[in-house]
């Protein structure tokens, strides 16, 4: 694939930067929760969405606490375990287990009910729970989980999410493409957007980057649009980033 | 402070009590759920609604002659469709629907 950087100078002329510090935060004793964007009794005008992308959740479950069972509808929730295990239980008969390094992705359609718990009685769980906005209303509900090998995203964006059941990762019914990357202090690598109107989210799980010419430190967030390719350079040792390329309108 | 009236119209009746519970845990707000579509514009007729919110499974056809009928009888009538099937997104909704338009 051709790589065309049109950030040359890595400046980026169009963004919004989203300071770990500045999410918004829930604590119920079982649950802390960071929100990216407003949501449940965090609400904030300025930040309802970036694109299609409207739920970015940074959980932290107790030792064998858990979500109960609770309804979605019409929306594509994907979850990615950071530390321990989370155990999954839906409407269609799902009973598992996903950790670090698996990701689960529910498309929601026409109703799902599910529950998610800490499986262990000694570690808390921490995952990231994300929700799109799905192309296509009404859809039969499906659920998929994938365990991806941690060693493609040494120094490379492993690819984790698409919209299409035969490339890599889990799909959903979007044009989205998600891709993880652990890099190195001083690694670089370029990122070409697939879609034209795309942009991209890119959000810091461990460590430090620069992006484009913008510095971001651990659970940062910066979504960038109007751009056809990304720069980023890990400025700490073992540094992890999601980036998530999102169609701009519903 | 005036209530706010929401209709709430789906197909799922276990997601539509549960929005309805949590529509009517807002002391301000309530909520009436609606499976069948003909009942949903009596009712509508009958109570001053602020909101609609659509959810699951209705039909695009359908969507359609509601989203008509509704504006048709009240043209001032916010209908908004209801993403999540929960809690997480519907107070954004809400409080979106009912801002003062400068604050949208």
């Known amino acids: 694939m051709e ?15 989203h300071k770990a510090d500045s999410r918004g935060h829930a604590n119920h004793g079982w649950l802390e929760s960071y929100h990216t964007f407003s949501f449940a009794n965090y609400q904030n005008k300025d930040r309802m969405n970036f694109g299609v992308l409207r739920v970015l959740n940074d959980d932290r479950v107790n030792q064998g606490m858990g979500f109960g069972k609770h309804p979605h509808d019409n929306m594509e929730i994907i979850s990615i375990p950071l530390e321990g295990d989370l155990e ?21 359609g026409t109703g799902i009910f ?14 990231l729970q994300i929700w799109i906005y799905p192309n296509k209303k009404n859809v039969t509900p499906r659920y998929d989980q994938i365990t991806l090998d941690l060693k ?3 120094n490379k964006l492993q690819q984790i ?37 795309n942009g991209i989210y890119a959000f810091v799980l461990k460590g430090d980057f620069t992006v484009g010419d913008i510095h971001l430190n ?32 519903l | 402070m005036e209530i706010i009236n929401i209709l709430y119209i789906g197909r799922n009746a276990q997601i539509l009590d549960i929005v309805i519970r949590l529509i009517n845990s807002n002391d301000n707000w309530n909520g009436v759920g609606m499976l069948c579509d003909e009942k949903a ?13 659509l959810g699951p499974g209705i039909e695009q056809e359908r969507e359609s002659e509601l989203r ?24 954004s909704e809400i409080l979106s629907a009912i801002a003062p338009a400068e604050n949208r």
């Open chain 1, 88 to 108: 999954h239980q839906d409407s269609m008969g799902n009973t598992t287990v996903i950790k670090e390094g698996d990701i689960q992705i529910m498309s929601a």
């Open chain 2, 41 to 53: 514009k009596q009712v509508f007729m009958q109570t001053n609604f602020s909101i609609v919110l």
């Open chain 1, 161 to 197: 999410l698409s919209p299409n059941p035969e490339d890599e990762g889990v799909w959903i019914h979007q044009d989205a493409w998600f891709h993880i990357g652990r890099f190195d202090k001083g690694f670089s690598n370029s990122y070409p957007l697939k879609k034209s109107g």
């Open chain 1, 218 to 249: 651990e659970r940062d967030g910066l979504g960038i649009w109007d751009t056809e390719s990304i720069k980023i350079t890990a400025d700490s040792e073992g540094a992890e980033i999601l980036l998530m390329e999102v169609p701009m309108e």
């Open chain 1, 152 to 154: 493609d995203r040494h």
């Open chain 1, 114 to 127: 599910h529950s998610e718990k800490n499986k262990n009685q000694n570690q808390l769980v921490k995952f």
């Open chain 2, 68 to 91: 008509s009928y509704f504006t048709k009888v009240n043209p001032t009538i916010k209908i908004v469709q209801h993403y999540g099937g929960g809690s997480g997104l519907l107070q």
């Open chain 1, 3 to 17: 790589n065309k950087d049109t950030t040359a100078n890595h400046k980026i002329a169009n963004y919004i930067l």
